[in-house]
């Protein structure tokens, strides 16, 4: 037998066993009783050998009932309830309709809304939902929508065997994604048609004149000697020069390697980790961390507003209160505050977290004291994508309560992510400015091709910011890019490689 012959595997000869025609995954699962992953296995392996080559492809979509859809099968459509509950109990209040079928109003509003414009209910003079063509059928579309939901439930229907009618109908009510509100999902169905090569042909001759079925057997069990039957069976040759495949171990991407060893040792020095949601309030972003309302860096060019929906419903009680008269002037903090009106409204717009202060702003109501938080925190910010900057990125948050913590604590604590963490040997402080925190401190680093640049911001929060969350004590608070830290760490030169979707990139910066 030669070599071609030995590496052959079983799925493969019995697919070149097949009479000479056209081979779709549809044939193949009739005459040989594959499953469709062997089918497509199968075909990949005799395509690539050169055995089988493409002829045709086409796509085709398919409906598949959703939970949504089973669930109406079942138990019937919305309006097909709506109508035959007013055939028995007259005229209702949507409240009432939606009530009795137990569905949200909004689906009862909708419901009623599709059966008003094809003038099968109207609303009476006392807001009341009433049937207009009490003695007619159903709306067609309905008995059509009723039809296909049954047959569907069974298996997938298949476009190009729908009515005119049924294609009218079930557009309206599928999905391509997001298809939970929808009766049908939309699923794409390819098929692919091949054919037999010169090879192919040949090989199959071959293979039929020899004797080989493709259904001998791969493996020699204890129980086939015990019991004799082996000498009855028919083995399976191997070609013991077909080299292995090559197997890679699986492993961490370097980066969350990195975040998780951030994070294992800030909790062996017994920090405990905080989270949060990425959707905030202008009033946790911003007002609670005493940043006036008409600061530059919460112009609209530098966070981003949440469109829909704009505003958040409250905001908790008492720290609206206590900040506001922080901002305007100065509350029980012994501060004047800033001497503007606080706007109660602006306060609930939603953005996306412009930093991870956030986090440490809505930990202070709830820490121990004393105490130590962190967290590792995506954030977003409108800024130029460059080697040192994104449009989103993470950074290591965290605040440290005590009545003894003090500015050296917090420069040792600096020093620790610096040097310990990013694996910086050149680190320099600066003061610096934020309206949070006084004193203000940056932490610079250098790295071998980027140069110095900012690793972040720290400082002790003011008392205008602690005070107004319910907190007397000194807490010393930080804002660190990880990212960057993560270029030090992993030498890398350029913020996106950390990100990037080239797995050899990967492999190579993980033996590194």
Known sequence: MNTDLKSLHPLEIQVLLLPEAPLTVERVVEDLHFNIG??????????????????????????????????????????????????????????????????????????????????????????????????????????????????????????????????EAISGVSKKRGASSALFKIGERERVVYAFTKAGVSLGKELRSQGITGEETGSLTSEMLVSGNWKNLVFRQYNIDTPPAKVYIGRKNPYVEFLQQTKDKLVSLGFEEFDGPLVETEFWNSDALYMPQFHSARDIHDVYYIKDPMYAREIEQPYLDNVAKAHENGGDTGSRGWQYPFDRDFTRRLILRSHGTVLSAKTLPKAKIPGKYFGIVRCFRYDQVDATHGADFYQTEGIVLGENVNLRTLLGLLKMFAEEVAGATEVKYAPAYFPFTEPSIEVHIKHPVLGWFELGGSGIFRPELTKALGIEVPVLAWGLGIDRMALMHLGLNDLRELFTNDIEKVRMRRRS
């Open 38 to 167: 062997q089918c497509n296995q199968a075909f990949s392996w005799l395509s690539s050998k050169g055995y089988i080559e493409e002829k045709e492809r086409s796509t085709t979509l398919e409906y598949e009932l959703t939970d949504l859809g089973k669930a109406c099968q079942k138990t019937g459509m919305p309006e097909e309830r709506i109508l035959s509950l007013l055939s028995t109990a007259g005229a209702l209040s949507l409240p009432e309709i939606a009530k009795a079928l137990e569905l949200d109003n909004k689906d009862a509003g909708s419901a009623f809304g599709t059966l008003s414009k094809e003038g099968f209910v109207r609303m009476d003079p006392e807001k009341r939902v009433e049937l207009v063509k009490r003695d007619e059928k159903a709306p067609k579309r309905l008995s059509v929508l009723r039809s296909l939901l049954d047959k569907a439930l069974n298996s997938p229907l298949k476009e190009t065997e729908l009515l005119p009618e049924e294609q």
